[in-house]
């Protein structure tokens, strides 16, 4: 199964909700692979030492061999390079996207998608050729976003122009209990009637320790907090998907 995870705004929270989904996908017994595609703000350049290929170098064709990056807890990981000055330039190349780089993401998930259960996309912030490549590729999306009313109108327009089918995933700045209610209210009178809209995988909670930790040490995974525990709510909700398609397509 394929799945972009993206927001409209930066900084909802994609990229330590896609290291904590894919690391408990992985230690669930199921091949998940990770990737960043995102060349403006990478970050996980700060989690491991790259060994392998970066994504950008990847997808620009430099090589046919599939090397991640690095491994982490069994998980293989593409990174961005950061400050890629040329790449960031070619973000905006929409004939580049469509042709050159999308022949070898196609290419790269022909081969991938028989080794690996879960491939996810952690994307960009925003509207960019390279997150409409990669969403186009994907079976659907996961949006997340804050518990902020701006986050919520500007989502939606997003969601309607990105035209795939998408989950919601609301990650919190506060404590649930204060907007738990809200949040519910905002999914059913702005998303349900959706025409894309596929439901709400969950709600994650403010993990205080999370949010000071920078990723400038590496990742650290918040085990046995609540925030793991809305992840792994999600992680079944995706493995009953997962069991779901594989049955129809054997
Ligand atoms: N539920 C949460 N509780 C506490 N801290 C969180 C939570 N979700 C994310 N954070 C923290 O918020 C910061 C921003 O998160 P992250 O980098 O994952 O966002 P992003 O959407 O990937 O940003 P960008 O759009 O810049 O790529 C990180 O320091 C992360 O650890
Ligand atoms: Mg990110």
Request: hydrophobic letters at 40%; one cysteine or more.
């Amino acid at each position: 199964m394929i799945i972009s995870i993206v927001s409209f705004r930066g900084g909802s929270g994609k990229s330590f909700f896609s290291l904590n989904l894919a690391h408990l996908l992985q230690s669930s017994g199921l091949n998940t692979m990770l990737i960043e595609a995102d060349f403006l703000a990478p970050s996980y350049h700060y989690v491991s030492k790259v060994e392998g290929l970066t994504w950008n170098e990847f997808i620009l064709g430099k090589s046919d061999k599939i090397i991640p990056s690095f491994t982490l807890n069994g998980v293989d990981i593409f990174c961005t390079k950061p400050n890629d000055h040329k790449m960031i330039r070619q973000i905006h190349n929409e004939q580049l996207w469509s042709t050159i780089i999308s022949d070898q993401i196609s290419w790269f998930l022909s081969k991938m998608e028989k080794k690996k259960d879960f491939i996810l996309f952690d994307n960009q912030g925003g509207l960019f050729y390279s997150t409409l490549v990669h969403c186009f590729f994907s079976d659907f999306v996961i949006c997340l976003l804050r518990p902020d009313y701006m986050d919520v109108r500007s989502t939606v327009t997003y969601l309607k122009a990105l035209k795939r089918p998408f989950y919601l995933v609301w990650n919190s700045i506060i404590k649930w209990d204060d907007v738990s209610g809200v949040v519910d209210e905002w999914t059913k009178r702005y998303f349900s009637g959706m025409e894309n809209y596929r439901g709400m995988l969950g709600k994650i909670p403010f993990d205080e320790e999370s949010a000071y930790q920078k990723w400038i040490k590496g990742i650290i995974f918040p085990q046995g907090t609540k925030y793991e525990e809305s992840i792994k709510m999600i992680v079944q909700q995706l493995v009953e998907m997962n069991e779901k398609k594989t049955n129809i397509s054997t």
